[in-house]
């Protein structure tokens, strides 16, 4: 396997773990928009309180990674993707201050005017991911200066099939991580949310597999032929099947397993297809970026992938800590947001 | 308005509001490390409420920091998109480095830290808030391996239209990175004594917590003085040498240094006026910056009239701001030294008119860091690379201005009013005070 293939997988791990970890980070705030009672809404919001700082730096991360594997995609994107971008980012403050912002004082109208603030601040996340990928795997337009598609262009309907299909996502996920820390009333309405979830998700995403393929059959190239297709369908069917299952049996945390499964099978399936290729071009595939023509040296990418390999199993190492220190339901103290 | 001065005012803007909140949680961290180990190794619970008083503060400050900084991560890319895919290869790296080796630990621990009291042992949330302060100290090195290579580019060669990494090593230590590390990490740390002196006075003013209050303006007061004294030497002049000897026309423009001359006169004080360069109202000593910044009274240095105009930073700008910086943190010694000298005469909390002058200080530090940084990235330009890519060739070619106009003025509105909210709600939270002490237990 060589270096860029390598990395290839890198970037889509630092991908994948951000939509599992911060994914239900996401998913969280989402549900937390259509909360009415007042206390359901804190122990949402601490639930996923100490951890969701942690989680978002695989956003980080994954930027950065990017810019250090294939900066002419990190480029292009960012730079092509521009007001898009700048809505996310101030999405994203929005939702990073309302967590500290929102207990510091007592009064009903301030708290509510933070919850929007943090609903809205992860609902619009949420939603763009799926743009972006979307256009990402249909293709853009480019010339030597970058992308040139613009803002309207980049809302395309299949990009916005693709963003609703990732909000799906997110909200399954985020409620079967809320029913697992959760109790009473608030984690049965989370428990039929995340049954419901699956339901849509899997019909957006059989859905979106056929639009993939009516827009950018060359993402199909080498799918059948590919084992790992095979390998990551079969995740996806499974956990398909055994999320509900567990959701009924009250497993909440298998139910929870099986919402990152499937989010880890559909990014790995989407990557697949697009590999070698990062950012295709339309209508000419033959300027697309490839993990070949915009990639780092070789010195860099080894580099880098030493730091990765001290680095990575020491973050999953106190991460998977820090989250024991966590297990349980979710309980306010005063220390709670 | 063209899309080179909009993305540059963009970049300044957010960096500078960014760079408000690092600092102070940098050094925040680092005194509450030493705060909680003594609530933990006493069991003293003035220490423990004074931890958990100051971890209020530090919660907030890390999370407008945290969001002010996803910006900054993507910003390379949505403004700079030339840039990026020239330097890339060199640049991205210690930006990856910096999320693995150091965001992941300080945003992970800080969780346990703020969350944890009580859910783990005291020596583990003790170690978690070191945690914090390694990791925001690491993610301060890794930033700076990267703005240093833009100052003094090192271990790379120019091919394939881009920048390419010859030596990893040479470009995380060129010439400027550890002189710039040493002399920002302590500068956070002065900020971060000012503020706990800032509010411990405050507390002491109005009478509240004096036991609390004392001790915690007494470590804030003897942290604060090794930390202004060390900026100043060795590291602020160890940082000066390091821009002498390698960023000459940055030299001559922050030290007023206009012809060049050997026996070059230090500026302690002057108003710079162009065109041609002059300084007015001048005060200065000869030969000290020869001998200061070259260890010999008639060493030659360069003014900046021997570099092409095209070449030469703003003078304006560096002059003052690096001039004020210096005067800053000489009033940090001196405001340290004196509580240290009361300290000594066990007179520390007496003097009202101290206390409110530590009050009024607590921005000061920031607003030296400001200073510092302007001259230090202004002194640059016209380079977004010294002596490789002018800024000015270095913007996204996708962008047009309308679109950086826009989110130039989204990114103002929003840190406006994050600015006031963060102020307010820590003056908030300082009124608020310490959290009442535990009640005794009842006797049997």
């Known amino acids: 396997m060589d270096l860029n293939t390598i990395w290839f997988l890198l970037v889509g791990v630092l991908i994948a773990g951000y939509a599992i970890l911060d994914g239900f980070d996401l998913g969280t705030g989402v549900l937390h928009l259509f909360t009415r009672d007042e206390r359901e809404r804190r122990v949402m919001m601490n ?13 980080l991360t994954g930027g950065g990674a990017l810019f250090a594997a294939f900066p002419p995609v990190y480029a292009s994107v960012f730079s092509g993707f521009y007001l898009a971008f700048m809505l996310l980012l101030v999405a994203l403050i929005f939702r990073a201050v309302s967590f500290e912002f929102r207990s510091k004082v007592d009064a009903p109208g301030w708290r509510r005017r933070w919850d929007v603030a943090f609903g809205v601040g992860s609902a619009v996340p949420a939603l763009l991911y799926g743009v972006a990928v979307g256009n990402v795997l249909r293709g853009l337009e480019m010339d030597a200066s970058g992308v040139t598609t613009t803002l309207p262009g980049l809302l395309n309907p299949f990009a916005l099939l693709i963003g609703v299909l990732g909000l799906a996502m997110f909200v399954l996920h985020g409620a079967s991580y809320l029913a ?69 049996a009250e497993r909440f945390g298998r139910a929870f397993i099986a919402s990152a499964a499937a989010t880890l099978s559909i990014i790995a399936l989407a990557a697949e297809g697009l590999y070698p290729r990062l950012v295709p071009s339309r209508p000419d595939l033959a300027n697309s970026l490839t993990i070949y023509n915009a990639s780092s040296t070789p010195r860099t990418l080894t580099t880098m992938l030493v730091i990765a390999l001290i680095g990575m199993p020491l973050v999953i190492l106190y991460t998977v800590l820090i989250y024991r220190a966590f297990r349980g339901k979710t309980v306010i103290t005063s220390e709670s947001y | 308005m063209d899309v080179v001065l909009l993305s540059r005012i963009q970049f300044a803007l957010t960096i500078g509001f960014h760079f408000l909140f690092p600092p102070l949680t940098i050094g925040l961290a680092w005194l509450l490390v030493v705060i909680e180990w003594r609530g933990w190794k006493r069991d003293d619970p003035t220490w423990v409420r004074m931890g958990r008083f100051f971890s209020k503060l530090l919660a907030l400050t890390f999370a407008v920091g945290v969001a002010t900084g996803i910006v900054m991560e993507f910003q390379f890319g949505t403004n700079w998109a030339v840039y990026s895919k020239f330097v890339g290869d060199i640049f991205g790296a210690p930006l990856a480095a910096e999320g693995v080796l150091a965001f992941f630990l300080e945003s992970g621990f800080l969780g346990l830290y703020l969350f944890g009291r009580g859910r783990v042992s005291k020596g583990a949330h003790w170690f978690s808030i070191l945690m914090v302060a390694i990791g925001s100290t690491i993610s301060a090195f890794w930033i700076l391996v990267a703005n240093s290579w833009q100052q003094t580019p090192a271990g790379f060669v120019v091919e394939n239209g881009r920048a390419e990494l010859t030596s990893f090593s040479a470009a995380v230590f060129n010439p400027s990175t550890l002189p710039r590390f040493f002399h920002t990490v302590d500068a956070a740390l002065i900020a971060g004594a000012f503020l706990v002196a800032g509010v411990a006075a405050w507390l002491l003013r109005k009478n509240r917590e004096d036991e609390l209050a004392r001790a915690a303006l007494k470590l804030a007061i003897i942290f604060g003085l090794v930390a202004s004294l060390t900026e100043l030497f060795p590291f602020g002049h160890i940082h000066a040498r390091q821009v002498a000897h390698t960023q000459p026309e940055k030299f001559a423009a922050i030290e007023g240094l206009y012809t060049s001359q050997s026996a070059a006169p230090m500026v302690l004080f002057a108003y710079p006026v162009t065109p041609p360069p002059e300084l007015k109202a001048k005060v200065e000593i000869r030969g000290v910056l020869s001998w200061m910044a070259f ?51 066990g007179r520390l909390w007496e003097s009202r008119r101290y206390l409110t002058l530590l009050i009024v200080s607590i921005p000061l530090p920031l607003a030296a860091c400001q200073l510092g940084w302007m001259a230090a990235e202004v002194g640059r330009q016209p380079w977004i690379v010294y002596g490789l890519l002018r800024t000015s060739d270095a913007v996204s070619k996708v962008v047009p201005a309308g679109d950086v106009l826009f989110s130039l003025l989204l990114f103002g509105l929003l840190y406006l009013l994050l600015g006031v909210l963060y102020v307010y709600l820590l003056v908030r939270e300082i009124r608020h005070g310490p959290p009442a002490p535990a009640p005794a237990p009842a006797s049997a």
């Open chain 1, 47 to 59: 639930a996923i309180g100490p951890v969701w700082d942690g989680n978002e730096v695989w956003l």
């Open chain 1, 180 to 248: 697992l820390k959760t109790e009473g009333a608030l984690q049965e309405r989370m428990r039929r949310s995340a049954s419901a979830a699956w339901v849509v998700f899997i019909a957006l995403y059989a859905v979106s597999t056929a639009a993939s393929y009516a827009v950018a059959p060359y993402l199909f190239e080498h799918w059948l032929a590919n084992p790992l297709t095979w390998v990551f369908f079969a995740l996806l069917l499974a956990s398909r099947i055994a999320g509900p299952w567990a959701l009924r």
């Open chain 2, 295 to 345: 260890g010999d009274i008639n060493a030659p240095i360069r003014g900046i009239t021997d570099f092409p105009p095209e070449n030469r930073p703003p003078l304006w700008l560096t002059f003052v701001s690096f001039h004020n910086m210096v005067v800053l943190g000489l009033y940090f010694i001196a405001v340290t030294a004196f509580g240290a000298w009361r300290i000594r005469r």
